[in-house]
T-cell receptor, first 115, second 115 residues
Framework: KAGVTQTPRYLIKTRGQQVTLSCSPI?????VSWYQQTPGQGLQFLFE???????NKGNFPGRFSGRQFSNSRSEMNVSTLELGDSALYLC??????????????FGPGTRLTVL | AQSVTQLDSQVPVFEEAPVELRCNYSSSVSVYLFWYVQYPNQGLQLLLKYLSGSTLVKGINGFEAEFNKSQTSFHLRKPSVHISDTAEYFC?????????????FGTGTLLAVQP
């Protein structure tokens, strides 16, 4: 079974631009979560989607948004990029996301650099 | 609210020596606990998890962890490390209601195995 895939793997943008990152979950998984990883703040939860609906949201400004499609693929968008948005963005998928028995499988991440 | 503390940011150890990576958590309710490993330029991989039952949990690659409710700890151990174990290790706790789609991570511990 193919793992979680994220595209692109690397991205360079300038301040003020916007960016869209993509995540394809493991086949059959309906929950997709997004995390931001930075050296200063560590791993922080952004949001989670289940059946095309945002089910959970972390403490990030409205510039960070996402969506999920009917095939469970998910995208996250960051508008008006700031230097502090430079990070590794990780996507994780699980079957339902609510049971402890549901393992979250992580993708390799998208490395975003904002210049 | 749940939180995770990993006191050691870096743990240097010689090859074939034992190692313990410390993790303490804070929660007013029952939680699920996880250890993930991140190799350079990769996503997170689940090492092991504690849901309930036996307090000694065995994971992949020879790692094990012990859940201690009275000390609110979930330390990770390996009796003999290899060079290939060099990576960053993250302890995580489930979100509110045991939600595994909203993990709360510690700041990570870099395990540096030296020959």
């Amino acid at each position: 079974k193919a793992g979680v895939t994220q595209t692109p793997r690397y991205l360079i943008k300038t301040r003020g631009q916007q960016v869209t990152l993509s995540c394809s979950p493991i086949s059959g998984h309906r929950s997709v979560s997004w995390y931001q990883q930075t050296p200063g703040q560590g791993l922080q939860f952004l949001f989670e989607y289940f059946s095309e609906t945002q089910r959970n949201k972390g403490n990030f400004p409205g510039r960070f948004s996402g969506r999920q499609f009917s095939n469970s693929r998910s995208e996250m968008n960051v508008s008006t990029l700031e230097l502090g948005d430079s990070a590794l963005y990780l996507c994780a998928s699980s079957s339902t996301g609510t049971r402890g028995t549901d393992t979250q499988y992580f993708g390799p991440g998208t490395r975003l650099t904002v210049l | 609210a749940q939180s995770v503390t990993q006191l050691d940011s870096q743990v240097p150890v010689f090859e074939e020596a034992p190692v313990e990576l410390r993790c303490n958590y804070s929660s007013s309710v029952s939680v699920y606990l996880f250890w993930y490993v991140q190799y350079p330029n990769q996503g997170l991989q689940l090492l092991l998890k504690y849901l309930s039952g036996s307090t000694l949990v065995k994971g992949i690659n020879g790692f094990e962890a012990e859940f201690n409710k009275s000390q609110t700890s979930f330390h990770l151990r390996k009796p003999s490390v290899h060079i290939s174990d060099t990576a960053e290790y993250f302890c995580a706790v489930s979100g509110p209601g045991g939600a595994t789609n909203k993990l709360i991570f510690g700041t990570g511990t870099l395990l540096a195995v030296q020959p």
